[in-house]
């Protein structure tokens, strides 16, 4: 059973940082792209960061400057480095990673369960 586990969500105030952690588990051959996708009330979910296995980055307009994204390969893990938050950054932070576990030959997406970031004016 593959598992996508986010960690590192909380309240800070506008200006603040804060650190989002994902960590992949589970039989898992191999993994594409991980990502961190976004989803604030009344709104669709949107892709905020990726990265690919090799380390190429692609980022959201909005959060240019301010967000990195980073991994560890070897332990499956995805990061996201949030620097000067904004009130419109709030919303639940999701963690998504391409990949194909042990049992399959398929690759698919995998979900975490989403953590809270709320940033206050």
């Known amino acids: 059973q593959v598992q996508l586990v986010e960690s590192g969500g909380g309240l800070v105030q506008a200006g603040g940082s804060l650190r989002l952690s994902c960590a992949a588990s589970?039989?898992?051959?191999?993994?594409?792209?991980m990502g961190w996708y976004r989803q604030a009330p009344g709104k669709q979910r949107e892709l905020v960061a990726a990265?690919?296995?090799?380390?190429?980055?692609n980022y959201a307009d909005s959060v240019k400057g301010r967000f990195t994204i980073s991994r560890d390969n070897a332990k499956n893990t995805v990061y996201l480095q949030m620097n000067s938050l904004k009130p419109e950054d709030t919303a639940v932070y999701y963690c998504?990673?391409?990949?194909?576990?042990?049992?399959?030959?398929?690759?698919?997406?995998?979900w975490g369960q989403g953590t809270q970031v709320t940033v206050s004016s």
């Open positions: 998504n990673a391409d990949l194909r576990p042990v049992v399959s030959r398929v690759v698919s997406d995998y």
């Open positions: 589970g039989s898992i051959f191999s993994i594409n792209a």
């Open positions: 990265i690919t296995s090799g380390g190429s980055t």
